[in-house]
């Protein structure tokens, strides 16, 4: 048969991809033709039409709302969350195949129509999900579009302390915050590192100032899709102005989002129906957002966020040692999964934070968080090569892969041991994972950049601690998984070991 399919995940960063190479492996194997469109942060590129065309079935392995859902109608289809695609595409693509044999299909484009000039939600929330879900799904959203300009942001922030300490010496990180704007851009010299500071540290000021109005602009366009991202916006940057910052981007984000939902579902004559969406919502909406914010609750909200900044730069010693356990447990728990986006989330809105010092615990807690989701991919690669017996080929063929992906940050590379070995391989890396978050907090290393692993390694601060902290827990997951498995033989080990050996030509007696 011929499948289509789309991936898709809050994040739109590992899952898409894993679950488009899953699918199409998998596809391969049964003797299927799958062809995946990965609706990713790097963008998509679209299906050509005349493979969807041909194709007997679609395959939605989305956690969002698949863009342009009309191209599929009228073909059986089977709908599930991305993680089901990447451990288990065997059974996705099986129940697609039985979805064809049925024939159950896509509305028609004529009845899907309708369905998507209402609106409705960009967040994939199914009716049957329950609240929790929903709110995941919707803050997955914002914060999805929020880690590009965290990413540009930090790192040049982070670069342009780096230079400037070069060029003006110890002080540098406080010179370069002070050198105003307008001096920059009438004297800028070419040759100048104190000038070349000065840009990238603007300029990442610059992509940082989008922060919290993207946050919030994207929840609400999660919950009510193009009506919610003009008041979701205004709301995150009403919340900078008063102070809010993140916790009141949050807020607004939600109060924009079901305030454009509520007002675009408004039953009004014909006449007034084609000014709604450009006049009356995005006006109502954002007045309405702002209300609140300017008089009602953007005080309180930056007040209790006063609070929570006073609260981590006030940590020291074992606590922060045991809040990096934490977070490093956190990571480490579901490979990529709602706890550990909990953990990063935490770490990238801190960093949004206005006012930190240059050596502000939110940089810390950044680290910790970067180390420890380093630790479970790095640690199964090291198993797979010192104890190649307890696993499968293709686990071993995993491994190689999860090096880089390690390297990278990129907790994921360890979810197809996870998903093969789940008790052995969470316990494994909750321990070496929660021991890299105490240690990095112990060194003091410290992060700007919310994302690279070892390729922003120039921007952290004590890099050999921080190395070495990744070292520890990596060499401690890897022994624990090793001496779980070696407890009791995996059966798909043995029957690959049985077959090998099987295959083996017997040894032929030497003649003389």
Same mark, same amino acid.
């Given at each position: 048969?011929?499948?289509?399919?789309?991936s898709?995940?809050?994040?739109?960063?590992?899952?898409?991809?894993?679950?488009?190479?899953?699918?199409?492996?998998?596809?391969?194997?049964?003797?299927?033709?799958?062809?995946?469109?990965?609706?990713?942060?790097?963008?998509?590129?679209?299906?050509?039409?005349?493979?969807?065309?041909?194709?007997?079935?679609?395959?939605?392995?989305?956690?969002?709302?698949? =863009? +342009?859902r009309?191209?599929f109608?009228?073909?059986?289809f089977?709908?599930?969350?991305?993680k089901?695609?990447? +451990?288990?595409?065997t059974?996705?693509?099986?129940?697609?195949?039985?979805?064809?044999?049925?024939g159950?299909?896509?509305?028609?484009?004529?009845?899907a129509?309708?369905?998507?000039?209402a609106?409705?939600?960009?967040?994939?929330?199914?009716?049957?999900?329950?609240?929790?879900?929903?709110v995941?799904?919707?803050?997955?959203?914002?914060?999805?579009?929020?880690?590009?300009?965290?990413?540009?942001?930090?790192?040049?922030?982070?670069?342009g302390?780096?230079?400037?300490?070069?060029?003006?010496?110890?002080?540098?990180?406080?010179?370069?915050?002070?050198?105003?704007?307008?001096?920059l851009?009438?004297?800028?010299?070419?040759?100048s590192?104190?000038?070349?500071?000065?840009?990238?540290?603007?300029?990442?000021?610059?992509?940082f100032?989008?922060l919290?109005?993207?946050?919030?602009?994207?929840?609400?366009?999660?919950?009510a899709?193009?009506?919610?991202?003009?008041?979701?916006?205004?709301?995150?940057?009403?919340?900078?102005?008063? /102070?809010?910052?993140?916790?009141?981007?949050?807020?607004?984000?939600?109060?924009? /989002?079901f305030?454009?939902?509520?007002?675009?579902?408004?039953?009004?004559?014909?006449?007034?129906?084609?000014?709604?969406?450009?006049?009356?919502?995005?006006?109502?909406?954002?007045?309405?957002?702002?209300?609140?914010?300017?008089?009602?609750?953007?005080?309180?909200?930056?007040?209790?966020?006063?609070?929570?900044?006073?609260?981590?730069n006030?940590?020291? *010693?074992?606590?922060?040692i045991?809040?990096?356990?934490?977070?490093?447990?956190?990571? *480490?728990?579901?490979?990529?999964?709602?706890?550990?986006?909990?953990?990063?989330?935490?770490?990238?809105t801190?960093?949004?934070?206005e006012?930190?010092?240059?050596?502000?615990? =939110?940089?810390r807690?950044?680290?910790?968080?970067?180390?420890?989701?380093?630790?479970?991919?790095?640690?199964?690669?090291?198993?797979?090569?010192?104890?190649? =017996?307890?696993?499968? +080929?293709?686990?071993?063929?995993?491994?190689?892969?999860?090096?880089?992906?390690?390297?990278?940050f990129?907790s994921?590379?360890?979810?197809?041991? *996870?998903?093969?070995?789940?008790?052995?391989?969470?316990?494994?890396?909750?321990v070496?994972?929660?021991v890299?978050?105490a240690?990095?907090?112990?060194?003091?290393?410290?992060?700007?950049?919310p +994302?690279?692993?070892?390729?922003?390694?120039?921007?952290?601060?004590?890099?050999?601690?921080?190395?070495?902290?990744?070292?520890?827990?990596?060499?401690?997951?890897?022994?624990?998984?090793?001496?779980?498995?070696?407890?009791?033989?995996?059966?798909?080990?043995?029957?690959?070991?049985?077959?090998?050996?099987?295959?083996?030509?017997?040894?032929q007696?030497?003649?003389?």
């Amino acid at each position: 048969m011929k499948f289509v399919a789309v991936s898709s995940c809050p994040t739109g960063i590992a899952h898409t991809y894993m679950a488009a190479e899953a699918l199409e492996q998998a596809g391969k194997a049964a003797g299927h033709e799958v062809h995946v469109e990965t609706q990713g942060a790097a963008g998509s590129t679209p299906l050509d039409p005349a493979i969807i065309a041909a194709a007997d079935g679609v395959i939605y392995a989305a956690d969002l709302e698949v =863009q +342009h859902r009309e191209r599929f109608a009228g073909k059986p289809f089977v709908d599930v969350g991305v993680k089901k695609a990447v +451990h288990d595409p065997t059974g996705v693509l099986a129940q697609a195949v039985a979805a064809v044999e049925q024939g159950p299909a896509e509305p028609t484009a004529a009845s899907a129509a309708p369905a998507a000039a209402a609106g409705g939600p960009a967040t994939r929330a199914d009716a049957g999900a329950g609240v929790g879900t929903r709110v995941r799904q919707w803050l997955m959203t914002g914060v999805s579009y929020m880690i590009p300009f965290v990413a540009a942001g930090g790192i040049l922030i982070a670069l342009g302390f780096m230079i400037a300490q070069a060029a003006w010496g110890e002080t540098g990180a406080v010179e370069v915050t002070q050198v105003p704007v307008a001096d920059l851009i009438s004297s800028f010299s070419i040759t100048s590192g104190q000038d070349w500071a000065v840009l990238l540290f603007q300029t990442g000021g610059a992509a940082f100032a989008f922060l919290v109005p993207v946050l919030s602009g994207f929840i609400a366009y999660g919950i009510a899709d193009r009506p919610g991202l003009v008041p979701g916006f205004v709301g995150g940057s009403i919340s900078v102005l008063v /102070g809010a910052g993140f916790l009141g981007g949050l807020v607004t984000g939600f109060v924009a /989002g079901f305030l454009a939902l509520w007002i675009s579902r408004w039953r009004v004559p014909k006449g007034v129906r084609g000014v709604m969406p450009v006049v009356v919502t995005p006006l109502l909406s954002s007045l309405v957002t702002g209300f609140l914010m300017f008089v009602v609750i953007g005080r309180p909200i930056a007040n209790l966020m006063d609070g929570l900044t006073s609260w981590l730069n006030g940590l020291s *010693g074992s606590n922060l040692i045991l809040m990096g356990a934490l977070l490093g447990a956190m990571m *480490g728990f579901d490979l990529g999964g709602p706890i550990n986006k909990v953990a990063y989330t935490f770490a990238v809105t801190g960093l949004a934070t206005e006012g930190l010092a240059t050596d502000a615990v =939110q940089y810390r807690i950044m680290a910790a968080v970067m180390a420890a989701g380093m630790v479970a991919p790095l640690a199964m690669a090291l198993a797979t090569f010192v104890r190649k =017996q307890l696993f499968t +080929h293709a686990e071993q063929e995993n491994g190689k892969a999860a090096v880089l992906l390690g390297l990278s940050f990129i907790s994921e590379g360890a979810i197809p041991f *996870g998903a093969a070995d789940p008790w052995r391989v969470i316990v494994s890396s909750l321990v070496g994972s929660s021991v890299t978050g105490a240690l990095t907090m112990a060194v003091g290393s410290g992060l700007r950049a919310p +994302h690279g692993g070892v390729w922003v390694l120039p921007l952290i601060s004590n890099p050999l601690g921080f190395l070495l902290a990744v070292a520890v827990g990596t060499v401690i997951t890897a022994g624990i998984v090793v001496v779980l498995k070696g407890l009791k033989p995996n059966p798909l080990v043995q029957a690959e070991r049985a077959a090998d050996a099987a295959a083996t030509p017997a040894a032929q007696p030497a003649v003389a």
